[in-house]
């Protein structure tokens, strides 16, 4: 059962390892994009490749244009034509007050988790979209629920950054709906991924999860099925977009 190629960026880890693990095992043949931990990419390939998928794992800083346009060239000149892009790369940094944050952690921040996304949905809008000659396909952005709620003293620019992806996923969904694109995004909660300790906050999902209604985190698996089923024909009717993934929250 191919589906074609899927791009899944950011994807040695959390939630893009989740989704591109159960991507391959839903027929896709799976482009893993990974920043610098090529070993954790290499095994997500291995395992993959194991269970009789098909998957390479590719380098790319999301948030160069030249990278990611290498990044797309390379799948489908070694997976076979672009049907998907599954927008999940991004990151945030230090708990922070906004008074105590730098333009320049903005600017990496925005640079990753916007023009990053951006900069992937061009590509396979490119290669997608009838209006070029393609065969029509989806796109998933990973938006978050910091985007409606904040995310105080925190991470209010990561907040922002995901308030960019709901905006964009809405806008771009609307210019590509008449073109074979589905656009949407899944907006998850506290979800148990090693993000929250590169925030300085290990033990944050356990120290908040007593606020989520269903009275737990998620897992990246919990997050990935909901991808999946955006991506596949199960969700035909829907585009513009957001699936909140948050037990409640």
């Given amino acids: 059962m191919m589906q074609g190629t899927l791009i899944v960026t950011g994807a040695s880890r959390g939630i893009g390892e989740a989704t591109a693990r159960l991507a391959a095992r839903a027929g896709y043949h799976v482009a893993v994009n990974y920043a610098r931990n090529v070993g954790a ?3 997500v390939v291995g395992e993959i490749e194991v269970a ?4 390479l794992a590719i380098k790319a800083d999301v948030a160069v244009e030249a990278e990611v346009k290498r990044l797309f ?7 076979g034509p672009v049907a998907g892009l599954v927008n999940n790369a991004g990151g945030l940094e230090t708990a922070s007050r906004l008074d105590a944050m730098t333009p320049e952690r903005w600017q990496r921040v925005l640079a990753t988790n916007v023009i990053g996304s951006f900069l992937c949905a061009k590509e396979a809008v490119l290669r997608l979209s009838t209006r070029h000659g393609g ?8 938006s978050s629920a910091a985007s409606r709620l904040g995310s105080p003293n925190e991470f209010i620019d990561y907040a922002a950054s995901k308030g960019a992806i709901d ?3 809405i806008g771009l969904a609307k210019e ?10 899944v907006r998850p909660g506290l979800i148990h991924t090693d993000i929250h300790a590169a ?11 007593n606020g ?3 009275g737990r985190g998620g897992t990246p698996e919990e997050v990935a099925e909901v991808i999946l089923w955006l991506l596949s024909e199960k969700a035909s009717y829907v585009t513009g977009t957001l699936i909140d993934v948050t037990g409640g929250r």
Wanted: glycine letters at 12%; a negative charge; aromatic letters at 0%.
């Fill in 135 to 142: 065969k029509g396909g989806v796109i998933v952005n990973l």
């Fill in 167 to 169: 905006a964009m996923t």
């Fill in 176 to 185: 590509v709906a008449q073109e074979g694109i589905r656009v949407n995004a």
């Fill in 199 to 209: 925030s300085g906050q290990p033990d944050r999902v356990e120290r908040l999860q």
């Fill in 41 to 43: 990419a290499e095994n």
């Fill in 212 to 214: 989520v209604p269903m």
């Fill in 73 to 79: 060239e390379t799948a489908e000149e070694v997976l």
């Fill in 52 to 55: 009789g998928g098909k998957a």
